[in-house]
């Protein structure tokens, strides 16, 4: 597959990936190399990344605690400290080899250390692969406000080698797979229509598809870097989402929700909003919630849990003005944003999800 150029980072797939690596190291002389990990990521994926490299220079590995319960300001120090020990420098390199998380966080670290070093990210998870890719959008959690603080910045390199997807248990490619999804409802209906059914898929399907939705991301993300615009798209099924995300991961008797879980909850929520306020018809919000539902279940809400779920949304990071914005769908493939919800229709678009 060829290689992406997005934001001035390049995206290499696969068989490129570590020429590439070996390349830019070589060319830009690096004083040491830090590798960052948790410890799903450190005892499957390391070794594989390790047999790659070519350097003589000097290589330390940080590890961190795996979760989104550590992508916080805390971790941060752990790793900017642990630099600082090592004596990294305005010319040392940060490998981030992991999920959003690792790469998310350890986007932030190598943007904040010293007023910034190089950075490189290899994603593993599917989610970090179709999202965390392409963007430049680094940062923590707030408690349990998802990504809170943070900056936009651009790694040198990224890294999509899918021989890492081997390692993930079926509910990470699930988490994975709604970013796909809503790629495809967001940009291109064609896209969409081959997710109705992936009994008949392979490898190399597979790999064709994560190609393609890194390319819808990287032509929505060229247009509008700074998310001023069509870049707010790429949230749909986010407001809600990252909204039920949070109340779960704080709710001590709730199972923990991994993101693509969420957002596909928040994309079928959007669904009937949509057809309440931009006229997307209710024949096309139950097909895609089936489909949603087929790959994700239904998970319960009690009534108890709407009002907390709803005042979250006044953090979702689309708000101005003091309005709670949602990016809508008047067709597939034809979004709105921008919109302003009444609480009446989000309480029905709950049971419209549970019915």
Known sequence: MK??????????????CYTSLN???????????????????????????????????????IEIESGEINKTIDTC????????????????????????????????VASTFKRGIAYINIPTTLLSMVDASVGGKTGVDLGTLKNQIGVTSIPDLVLIDTQYLRTLPSNQMRSGLAEMLKHGLIRDEAYWNKFKDLSALNLDDLDQLIYESVLIKKEVVDIDPFENNIRKTLNFGHTLGHAIE????????????????????????????????VDLPMETAQEIKTVLNKYYGVIPFDAADYQPI??????????????????????????????IVEESIILNAFKFYAS
């Open 3 to 16: 290689s992406i150029t997005a934001n001035n980072s390049i995206i290499h797939f696969n068989k490129h």
């Open 310 to 339: 709803m005042s979250l949304l006044k953090y979702d990071k689309k708000n101005h003005h003091g309005n709670i914005n949602f990016v809508l769908l008047e067709a597939i493939g034809k979004p709105k944003m921008d919109c």
């Open 246 to 277: 949070s109340y779960f991961l704080s709710h001590p008797n709730k199972p923990e929700l991994l993101h693509g879980e969420a957002i596909a909850i928040g994309m079928v929520l959007a669904c009937y909003i949509s057809t309440q306020l």
């Open 77 to 108: 120090v752990g790793v900017w400290n642990t630099l600082s020990d090592l004596n990294g420098d305005r010319k040392s390199l940060l490998i981030n080899i992991g999920g959003g998380v690792i790469t998310d966080l350890g986007g932030f």
């Open 23 to 61: 390349k830019h190291i070589k060319n830009k002389k690096f004083s040491s190399i830090f590798i960052l990990v948790d410890e799903n990521t450190h005892e499957l994926c390391l070794p594989i990344l390790l047999e790659q490299l070519e350097t003589s220079a000097t290589i330390e590995i």
